[in-house]
């Protein structure tokens, strides 16, 4: 006989993603799960936006690693609210761990939470957080066959930011290519080529996240 | 009440792990587990040590990935036997799926088995394959602050290959530090900079290599 674990475990945390995504709703907060391999930028991604974007909106950051505050403490010397979420050895978020650390904010306060995830392209793409998007940072250097190999992560996504296009002389890596492997998984999701470190192509990605917070306003 | 899943699990692994490891020690056969992020170059690494060796070796390769086939057909395209394990969904490699891996493979007839775990720094650290030695590659364009943010993949490994050495001049990444993180996980671990696509390096790699399989056969 063999017992299925791992069900009964997705399915609770499906439950509490769902308590999760209807309190950011009532609350009026859009809240963003950001999902990468490890160094493919998501804490400079998040870095730019807050710069580009704090003027405009309330902006928190929740960050979730497996050790480490590195990564929050960047945040916070940057004057916005940061929860570290220290997963203690786990390979993803869950929806209880992010019920836990939205505690510590003020949502009222707050149009646009950016979630952090850990970095590992399998299992948190499993884990519903109750965002209300997911985004995958894919950057340039690990290759643009990521899509055929990590399928549901790029299932589960909406956005897919090609991140280090400032180094696309440097590596074999066809943008053409990504975008086709990006849409076989799911034909909606919209690939956004940018360079965090640069600001090449942020606006886009700038104008993107404006019209998802002003329709959860709305 | 809280119950352990993951102990009981470990524990079976581990198990099966030491079967595999007193297999592999019976056949003289050394047998190699290659972790790394998704992207830093595992599949080439392997590409380049297959050419290097091949005169020397009986090489074979175990390939780990959730869905796809692309990196065993790589492998297989030059001639070397790969058994393709397609995790369907799950992080990592187990010790059976080892073990049925190898039951396609020839033991007698071979000197190195090379293991391309899945990608992904965080869920292989934890499950032992029954390998001799654990080898992770990092890739520059990930950062130096790697060991930090995966302590356990760190500590795991005897044998840090810092992978991509070509474009350090476009990437913030100082390799004094990075030797200095990898060595706050494990003093004892080895570092050595290659360059899978250009060769840069690869060749203290062949030689510590070669030192291995040839302590395995004697």
């Given at each position: 006989m063999e017992i299925d674990l791992k069900q009964p475990i997705l399915k609770k945390n499906d439950t509490l993603a769902e308590r999760n995504r209807a309190l950011f709703a009532e609350k009026k907060v859009f809240v963003l799960n950001i999902l990468a391999s490890p160094g493919s930028g998501k804490t400079s991604t998040i870095l730019a936006t807050i710069e580009a974007l704090r003027d405009e909106f309330n902006i928190a950051v929740i960050e979730g690693d497996i050790a480490s505050s590195v990564d929050s403490e960047r945040i916070k010397a940057q004057g916005i609210p940061a929860v570290q979420i220290n997963?203690?050895?786990?390979c993803h978020l869950e929806s209880d761990m992010i019920r836990r650390a939205v505690e510590v904010l003020n949502l009222d306060d707050l149009d646009l939470v950016l979630l952090e995830n850990v970095g590992n392209l399998v299992c948190p793409a499993e884990f519903d957080t109750g965002a209300a998007v997911n985004v995958t940072i894919l950057s340039?250097?690990?290759?643009?066959?990521k899509p055929l190999k990590y399928p549901l992560m790029y299932q589960v996504c909406d956005v897919v930011l090609v991140n280090k296009v400032d180094v696309l002389p440097y590596f074999d890596f066809d943008l053409a290519k990504c975008v086709e492997n990006v849409h076989m998984r799911n034909p909606k999701a919209r690939v956004i080529p940018i360079c965090a470190k640069t600001g090449e192509g942020m606006d886009e990605w700038y104008q993107w996240l404006r019209e998802k917070v002003a329709s959860y306003k709305a």
């Open positions: 997963t203690g050895g786990a340039v250097p690990e290759g643009d066959d």
